[in-house]
């Protein structure tokens, strides 16, 4: 892992962040002020994990309080139920992964702890606070401390790379250009991108906008960061990738990761914990070992993509003979 | 493109923009003859104004000194009694008299005044006392025809 | 469709049409809601009026030599029966001042900064980087949607203005340098009879209250088009459509409120 400051240009003004001796940073920010009234500091976020959390299970461990607290939640779009009474508890600085098939629900959870969609029954806690969909100052202030990755990106397209990642910060900081040019750097550094800083989103390719939209989603240093479906579609470099940084971020800064995706293989390798959906409900949940060693059928349909187990094969129909008018 | 180009393009934008209502106020409106002077007002009763409007021109030798304030009717006189702004700058004798003109041949009426030969000048709130009223086409014709017909009887009777 | 189904399908429509002005009113309310944050941050403004407005010169002074050159040579043609060929001038100014200049203007920005607007909104939305926006806390009507606004409402009448000018100077060139036609009656008829307050400034008024309807409706319909491709082209077509039938409504109103004698 590089060292902070490695191959980067002398800094204009004194940097702060080269007087402050971070352990295996990737990203290094000085502690300063921010525009979030709470008085919530980013330093707070650059203490690596304890080794007494990192050992055990990422869920509700006795007396550590949770990061995310998804409390006996259903919700249904329109008519068609989509979660039905979930409890969940995310831990801080775990990696966990939520995996399931197509339409179980797991794009809605992120939805629900971020405030997009308001939950019908149930409640959604982010460190203590309720996530309140009325209130819109209070979510932004939430918001704010939440970092989310969307599929696809979701780069502004107007923008070049570099106000791409700048743009949370010129937002929400009241820091002068210097200070966020360094940061900017720093961030597009940690996901290998320092490079393509000057270029518009139209001449970067898929995997390497998602890299960017990485550096964007912790421009800030957030206590949480939200990946919607990380590795779809990637090449297996750029799969290798995204992992890699995935860990290595959530590891670096301390933040808890919830990743959304349905790739187990990739999900195996860099999460603490795991939960698996389906329909709406979780029906199994645990380390990436306790998982591969469930007898649970749905569970190893799933992780060995069986093609046919509790998730039947054929869609539901009435026997071919019938149809074919054969009499056996 | 950078910061600076941008706002300059745009101030290049409203600049034109500018212009072009600046163009259209003095050189394709009135705003040049606009004047904010003060002006004074006199009054003037007439039997028949014709086509005349609030805000037509007082012309005095063709020049324009004023507008029309308002037209009321005068249920008492049964005149029409027309209310005129005149630009401070200008003065005229009290044997003034206001004609209602048209400009061109089919054009819009205005009120011409004709000076007269008097030293004492007509002071803010006079009344014209000379007026000749609009020329109405009908009245025009008819008399006309009048005076044609009264013609002829007399001339036949003449000729016999 | 059976015909008693008929009376239904209208009657949902109806309650439907009704429904999206409803939805249109209090997005048009929360839209001037935000104005004042996007005028704290005017270079997001700025950048909007160079897109909109500079963007649009090129039509519109196209456009505006046109009409200003067509009305010439056709009003040459009727006037000089009648002998008032001299009031050529008068005719051009009036007409663009008072009705074209605004209405032609809005319709070429309905057609062009109308729909880029409509595109680029209904292709963040699709993109996701409205979503993204919200996730960062930060409001995109503020940040995204009221610069355009701003933008738009400002454009229109220095596009307008423009317009009209550029008519009449092609009105002159042909008037005065082709047909020879006398410049001193061109341009005094005109100073004579087009009026500051009541001419120019009531098409100044057409050309704001034009420019807020269209850049509204294509904000609106750019910001609740579906999040496809086919939706964002449906989305610029319906705001082409929609700007030009309620410019053109509202110039009948403003015209009725402004020119028709007291």
């Not at chain 1, 518009?200 to 995997?207: M, N, P, T």
């Not at chain 1, 990738?241 to 995935?246: V, Y």
């Not at chain 3, 009026?49 to 009003?75: C, D, F, M, T």
């Amino acid at each position: 892992m590089p060292g902070a400051g490695a191959g980067l240009p002398a800094p204009k003004a004194a940097s702060p962040c080269a007087t402050i001796a971070r352990p295996r940073t990737a990203l290094c920010l000085a502690p300063q002020q921010t525009r979030s009234p709470e008085g919530f500091s980013l330093s707070q976020a650059l203490v690596p994990p304890s080794p007494a959390a990192a050992a055990g299970a990422a869920g509700a461990a006795a007396g550590e309080q949770a990061l995310v607290s998804i409390e006996g939640v259903s919700f249904a779009y329109d008519s068609r139920p989509v979660l039905t009474d979930v409890s969940l508890k995310f831990a801080r600085g775990k990696l966990i992964a939520i995996m399931g098939n197509s339409g179980c629900g797991k794009t809605t959870l992120l939805r629900l702890i971020g405030g997009v969609v308001t939950p019908q029954s149930g409640r959604v806690l982010f460190s203590g606070v309720h996530v309140d969909t009325g209130d819109l100052k209070a979510l932004y202030a939430l918001r704010r401390r939440m970092g989310m990755l969307f599929q696809f990106g979701a780069l502004f397209t107007d923008l070049s790379v570099y106000d791409n990642v700048a743009f949370p910060l010129r937002e929400h900081t009241s820091l002068d250009e210097d200070m966020i040019r360094d940061i900017v750097l720093l961030k597009l550094e940690a996901v290998g991108l320092r490079g393509a800083a000057p270029l518009r989103i139209g001449e970067i390719s898929g995997g390497m906008a998602r890299r960017v939209a990485l550096a964007r989603a912790v421009a800030l240093d957030p206590e949480i960061i939200l990946y919607d479906e990380p590795f779809t579609g990637l090449d297996p470099i750029a799969l290798g990738i995204t992992a890699n940084l995935i860990r290595r971020l959530n590891d670096a800064t301390g933040a808890t990761s919830l990743i959304v995706s349905h790739d187990v293989t990739e999900c195996f390798q860099i999460c603490d914990y795991a939960y698996l959906l389906s329909s709406g409900r979780v029906v199994a949940h645990g380390t990436p070992q306790e998982l591969q060693e469930s007898t649970d059928p749905e569970v190893r349909q799933f992780i060995r993509g069986e093609p046919d187990g509790p998730v039947r094969f054929h869609y539901p129909s009435p026997p071919i003979a019938q149809e074919l008018g054969i009499n056996p | 493109m950078s910061k600076k180009q941008t706002e300059t393009l745009v101030g290049g934008f409203v600049l034109l923009g500018l212009l072009a209502i600046l163009f259209l106020a003095l050189k394709a409106a009135n705003l040049a003859s606009f004047s904010f002077d003060s002006t004074y007002t006199l009054q003037a009763r007439f039997d028949e104004i014709g086509g005349l409007k609030v805000q037509a021109p007082v012309k005095s030798a063709g020049v324009t000194v004023g507008r029309i304030a308002s037209i009321t009717f005068d249920n008492k006189t049964f005149q029409a009694l027309v209310t005129l702004q005149i630009d401070q700058h200008y003065q005229f004798p009290t044997d003034t008299s206001a004609k209602i003109l048209t400009a061109g041949l089919l054009g819009d009426r205005y009120l011409g005044l004709e000076a007269g030969g008097d030293d004492k000048n007509l002071k803010p709130g006079d009344t014209i006392k000379m007026v000749q009223s609009a020329i109405v086409l009908e009245s025009l014709i008819s008399s006309f025809l009048y005076n044609k017909a009264a013609e002829s009887p007399k001339d036949a009777g003449a000729k016999k | 469709m059976t015909l008693l189904a008929f009376p239904g399908l209208v009657g949902r429509r109806c309650l439907a049409l009704l429904a999206a002005l409803g939805h249109a009113t209090l997005f048009f309310v929360d839209l001037l809601r935000h104005l004042p944050g996007a005028l704290r941050r005017p270079y997001l403004c700025i950048v909007q009026v160079h897109a909109i407005g500079n963007r649009s010169l090129s039509i519109i002074g196209a456009s505006g030599a046109a009409v200003g050159l067509v009305l010439a040579l056709q009003g040459y043609m009727t006037l000089s029966r009648y002998g008032q060929s001299d009031s050529l001038g008068l005719l051009v100014a009036v007409a663009l001042v008072r009705e074209l200049g605004p209405v032609l203007t809005a319709l070429l920005f309905a057609g062009r900064a109308g729909t880029s607007l409509t595109a680029e909104i209904g292709l963040m939305k699709s993109g996701e980087q409205l979503a993204a926006m919200e996730m960062m806390a930060v409001d995109p009507r503020v940040r995204v949607l009221a610069p355009r606004f701003v933008a738009g409402i400002f454009c229109m009448p220095v596009l307008g203005a423009i317009f009209s000018v550029v008519g009449i100077l092609a009105a002159y060139v042909i008037g005065v340098l082709m047909i020879g036609l006398d410049p001193g009656q061109f341009w005094s008829q005109m100073q004579d009879g087009v009026d500051v307050v009541k001419d120019v400034g009531n098409g100044v008024v057409k050309t704001v209250v034009f420019g807020v309807a269209a850049t509204f409706i294509a904000l609106y319909i750019g910001y609740e088009s579906q999040a496809t491709p086919e939706g964002v082209a449906l989305a610029t077509t319906r705001t082409v459509v929609v700007s030009s039938l309620v410019v053109l409504f509202l110039d009948f109103i403003l015209t009725a409120l402004m020119f028709t004698a007291p």
